[in-house]
């Protein structure tokens, strides 16, 4: 590869920086520049879940977007520099009609700098291939482990196929407070920290939550984001053992959509007043008698959710972040103090501090008065996550 080709590969690399693993996981983050004639005209990256990709919205900036026909306007851009091969599937799980492939085919380009080829084993090489067979040139710059070194979240993905990403969100006082003794948790945080709450939700194929969140704080679990968010997904809701507690026709369950109640009790069954959205999931139970984990989030990944929200209790995080099912935490601190009431996670730690699961790539911002801190999780022993 040329200097002047890995010159602009640097920045396109520059470019993927501007996203965070936070809005874009299980998505890797990815950048792209559209040129025309040796001039860059454009920049892009993927920027949350289900929003355009980087090649996309690079188009976009470049003007080569047609927004009548929602496609490429040929004969705008000529050549492409993507951090990552594009993708080259389509289909419901994918929340695209078009992929990148047949985007840079329409466009016209002609020429692709790459940094890295898709680690997925099913379409490794297959954009290539095809870009090649429709006489695109194409330069592959064997970038793949500075590729690995920014997308620690989309590998970690990537190891467990089976099933979703894992986030847990909660909010907190300054000493880790998550409600009141009598168990009251609304609201700890200010408007602003609770706004980015309903973006989280917004690109997140699923929620879930304990039966004794569900109990106490009847929450609704659907996304509120103003017209202007880009985001408009609304997740599907689940709630672990707690079939019995809810009447699923009134008060924030009233709201339409589709909801998982997932059961390790025989005997369990769909909560009164269940209507055609409610769905049981009957799984055996574990050694405690309660849902299995894994069997819950592998079934929930075949309904095709890729992305799950565990917004509390504290004990159901906990037993989550016990079984290995968690790959990211993301917390807003209140500038408050409790000095007492429901800890964050309540179950058993580890016997030593060098035993405590290993927190990195933090994304942090400043909410208001709240603080917000995400970090990926990687057990003390992992050989596989490196940062
Ligand atoms: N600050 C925040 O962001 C926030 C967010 C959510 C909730 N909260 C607060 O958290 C409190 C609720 O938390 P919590 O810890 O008491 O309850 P929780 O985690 O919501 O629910 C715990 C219950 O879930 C059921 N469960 C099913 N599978 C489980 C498993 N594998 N491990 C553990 N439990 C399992 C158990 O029911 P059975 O015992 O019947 O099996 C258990 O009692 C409320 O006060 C709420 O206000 C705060």
Redo the contacts with the bound molecule.
């Keep these: 590869m040329n200097i002047r080709d890995q010159s602009l590969l640097d920045r396109a690399f520059h470019e993927a920086e501007r996203a965070s693993w936070l809005w874009t996981a299980p998505n890797p983050r990815v950048g792209a520049l559209a040129l025309s004639q040796g001039h860059v005209i454009g920049h892009g990256h993927h920027a949350f879940l289900g929003g355009p990709h980087a090649e996309e919205a690079a188009l976009r900036d470049a003007g080569a977007w047609n927004e009548d026909s929602n496609s490429p306007r040929p004969g705008v851009v000529d050549e492409m520099i993507l951090t990552l091969e594009p993708c080259s599937a389509t289909g419901p799980s994918k929340r695209r009609p078009k992929s990148c492939l047949h985007l840079l085919q329409a466009a016209g380009v002609k020429r692709v700098v790459l940094g890295a080829t898709d680690p997925d084993p099913r379409h490794q090489g297959g954009a290539i291939a095809a870009m090649r067979a429709h006489g695109i040139e194409v330069i592959h710059a064997a970038e793949e482990p500075r590729f690995a070194t920014q997308n620690p979240a989309f590998l970690m993905a990537q190891d467990q196929p089976q099933r979703p990403f894992v986030l847990c ?4 006082s300054m000493d880790g407070r ?2 009141t003794e009598h ?4 609201w ?1 945080t200010g408007e602003e920290a609770r706004a980015e709450g309903h973006q989280l939700r917004a690109i997140s194929d699923g929620i879930l ?6 109990h ?2 009847q929450p609704r679990l659907n996304a509120r984001v103003s017209p202007e968010d880009p985001w408009r997904n609304q997740p599907v809701r689940v709630f ?2 707690a079939s019995h507690l809810a009447q699923a026709n009134q008060g924030p369950l009233s709201i339409a959509g589709p909801r998982w109640w997932i059961e390790s009790n025989p005997q369990a069954s769909l909560p009164t007043g269940a209507t055609d959205d409610d769905h049981l999931l009957s799984l055996p139970p ?1 050694e ?4 299995d ?1 894994d069997q819950a989030l592998t079934k929930l990944k075949d309904e095709g959710i890729g992305r799950l929200l565990i ?7 906990a ?1 989550f972040l016990r079984a290995g099912l968690v790959d990211a935490i993301v917390r807003y601190e209140a500038p408050s103090l409790f000095g007492g009431g ?1 800890g964050s996670w ?1 179950g058993q730690g580890p016997q030593h501090p060098r035993e405590a699961w290993q927190l990195f790539a933090e994304e942090r911002r400043d909410c208001g008065k709240d603080l917000r801190r995400a970090f990926l999780l990687r057990a003390a022993d992992s050989p596989v996550v490196k940062e």
């Design positions: 969100k909660w909010a907190a998550t409600a168990g009251v948790s609304q700890i939550v304990g039966s004794r969140t569900l106490l704080d672990l053992a574990d405690c008698g309660r849902p984990l917004e509390g209790g504290s004990r159901v995080q037993a429901l309540q």
